[in-house]
């Protein structure tokens, strides 16, 4: 029976003559398997009109008050009966020949430190909670202009720093594998919906390994595009100056993302530094050839890194499937100081937050702020030139060296965390193999190489230790190089079969 048949029989005839009980089971059943296509399936199944856009959005509705009350990975839910409405005119709008784009009617849900117009952009803090966005960021209105139907928001850390995903406004949200764990952040929500599958695709950004961190822990795809290839200017954007975060795509699998980041990115003459180049559609990309790649395996960097046991282990088993199918693994370090290296990401992220004293030097909005980013702010205090002008010195020296790498390897590899999930109750590790960490996010360290030199990161999954937690790959590409990068990881997938283990979901603690 093939799908356009399952759905008709199921919704029509078997219902029909089905007991109450039977019902139920059957419209569960359909429910399951619309939520369990990729995003790209689903989108060729809506355009085809072999499912209607309210079935879809009733499966994942069904899904989302069946398991988000548990994982909390989405918030500022739109109510039902607006998102039905809205599905039902995209069904009209395909009756009548009108196709708006690859997103034609998919449930969407964006990431709260994203505007989209018409919805609450809280960004994870009590002093902005309920504030309704009036226009869309641009990667959004591009996602909208795609056809895609928001439903709300994804959950993110407090203004998206940290890697734990919890503030005071919505509460934590949980691994999709363990909701006891971590979801990672602080595209957190958005990797926890995807791995639940309470969406089909969803939109993050990165800073501090912010869509990579959270992809590894839910293994999922997320894709740090290179600099400058996913703009998201504003009125209050700092054009040359804000070089360290970036929006970006991820996905289920590396089709999905691909086709996400074909949305996102793109010139935008508001964005002066915006990348020119394009990215071409999802057809015109091709796999890899794993024989032919040369792989650098920077590890821990020679141990200066300190990991939680098993990391390496697992991400290094991973990368012997890559050897097995023919390619290169060498171990490389950059010749680089890294000590040095922290501190000009220190420097700089400080730097980044000297904005946010107005928030800081009010009493009562000052109380409402976390510790962590009252100690960002802090540290940008006083900051001088020369202090930046060193930041950025050892920044472009940085660049310099993995560029050096490059030229002996294709891509270059590490772990893409320093930990395994840990327990949700925890905010951020005091040690890592027993080694203090000196600050709130010096357990992520390992993500800032890709940050910093502004390169394109694919995390992609390395598989599971003997407790079920999710841990991923760093793969670093060239500047500018998007699309090898995502043709490798086209090839990894293939090699590989971590993506097919899904969560079994818990309705209850």
């Keep these: 029976m093939d799908r356009r048949d399952f759905l008709k029989k199921s919704t029509v005839l078997g219902l029909s003559l089905a007991s109450p009980a039977t019902r139920s089971l059957e419209l569960k059943t359909m429910a399951e398997e619309i939520t369990s296509l990729s995003a790209s399936s689903l989108s060729r199944a809506i355009r085809s009109r072999e499912v209607a856009c309210?079935?879809?959005?009733?499966?994942?509705?069904?899904?989302?008050?069946?398991?988000?009350?548990?994982?909390?990975?989405?918030?500022?839910?739109?109510?039902d009966a607006d998102l039905l409405s809205q599905a039902r005119l995209a069904d009209k709008a395909l009756q009548k020949g009108e196709y708006w784009g690859w997103m034609h009617g998919m449930p969407h849900a964006v990431k709260d430190l994203a505007d989209a117009r018409g919805l609450?952009?809280?960004?994870?803090?009590?002093?902005?909670?309920?504030?309704?966005?009036?226009?869309?960021?641009?990667?959004?209105?591009?996602?909208?202009?795609?056809?895609?139907?928001?439903?709300?928001?994804?959950?993110?850390?407090?203004?998206?720093?940290?890697?734990q995903t919890y503030n005071a406004v919505f509460g934590t949200t949980r691994n999709a594998y363990n909701p006891a764990l971590i979801a990672g952040g602080s595209s957190g929500g958005a990797a926890v919906s995807l791995a639940a599958q309470l969406v089909p695709v969803a939109d993050g950004s990165d800073m501090m390994g912010?869509?990579?961190?959270p992809a590894g822990f839910n293994n999922v795809i997320g894709f740090r595009p290179s600099q400058g290839r996913v703009p998201s200017p504003s009125a209050e954007s700092k054009l040359y100056y804000?070089?360290?975060?970036?929006?970006?795509?991820?996905?289920?699998?590396?089709?999905?993302?691909?086709?996400?980041?074909?949305?996102?990115?793109?010139?935008?003459?508001?964005?002066?530094?915006?990348?020119?180049?394009?990215?071409p559609p999802y057809e015109e990309f091709r796999p890899a050839e794993l024989n032919k790649l040369r792989i650098g395996w920077m590890g821990d960097y020679q141990g200066y890194l300190p990991m939680e046991a098993g990391v390496l282990p697992l991400c290094e088993s991973a990368m012997q499937q890559l050897s097995?199918?023919?390619?290169?693994?060498?171990?490389?370090?950059?010749?680089?100081?890294?000590a040095r290296l922290w501190k000009t990401w220190l420097t700089l992220r400080h730097w980044s937050w000297s904005d946010a004293r107005?928030?800081?030097?009010?009493?009562?909005?000052?109380?409402?702020?976390?510790?962590?980013?009252?100690?960002?702010?802090?540290?940008?205090f006083d900051m001088t030139a020369a202090r930046?002008?060193?930041?950025?010195?050892?920044?472009?020296?940085?660049?310099?060296?993995?560029?050096?790498?490059f030229e002996r390897h294709d891509l270059l590899a590490l772990p893409t965390a320093q930990v395994f999930p840990f327990s949700a109750d925890i905010h951020w590790p005091k040690a890592v193999n027993d080694k203090s960490m000196d600050t709130y996010h010096r357990w992520m360290?390992?993500?800032?190489?890709?940050?910093?030199?502004?390169?394109?990161?694919?995390?992609?999954?390395?598989?599971f230790d003997s407790d079920g937690r999710p841990m991923g790959i760093q793969f670093i590409g060239p500047m500018g190089q998007d699309r090898k990068v995502l043709e490798f990881a086209m090839a990894y997938e293939a090699a590989t079969n971590h993506l097919d283990k899904r969560p079994a979901l818990a309705e209850k603690l």
């Design 210 to 213: 912010s869509l990579r961190n």
């Design 242 to 279: 804000d070089q360290l975060a970036t929006d970006g795509p991820m996905g289920r699998n590396v089709e999905d993302t691909i086709r996400l980041l074909g949305t996102m990115a793109g010139y935008d003459s508001r964005a002066p530094l915006s990348l020119r180049d394009t990215i």
């Design 120 to 163: 609450a952009s809280s960004y994870g803090s009590p002093i902005f909670a309920g504030t309704v966005a009036t226009q869309d960021s641009l990667p959004i209105a591009r996602i909208r202009a795609q056809g895609a139907i928001f439903i709300g928001k994804t959950n993110s850390p407090e203004f998206g720093l940290g890697s």
């Design 445 to 463: 360290e390992v993500v800032i190489g890709g940050t910093l030199a502004g390169l394109p990161v694919v995390n992609l999954p390395a598989g």
């Design 358 to 380: 107005p928030l800081y030097d009010n009493p009562q909005t000052r109380k409402l702020l976390k510790p962590e980013l009252q100690w960002e702010i802090e540290g940008s």
């Design 324 to 338: 097995i199918n023919g390619t290169v693994v060498e171990n490389c370090t950059p010749d680089y100081d890294m």
């Design 388 to 405: 930046i002008s060193e930041a950025d010195k050892a920044r472009s020296d940085w660049y310099r060296a993995l560029h050096k790498l």
């Design 54 to 79: 309210e079935e879809v959005m009733q499966a994942y509705l069904q899904r989302i008050h069946r398991y988000n009350p548990v994982y909390n990975a989405i918030v500022s839910l739109v109510d």
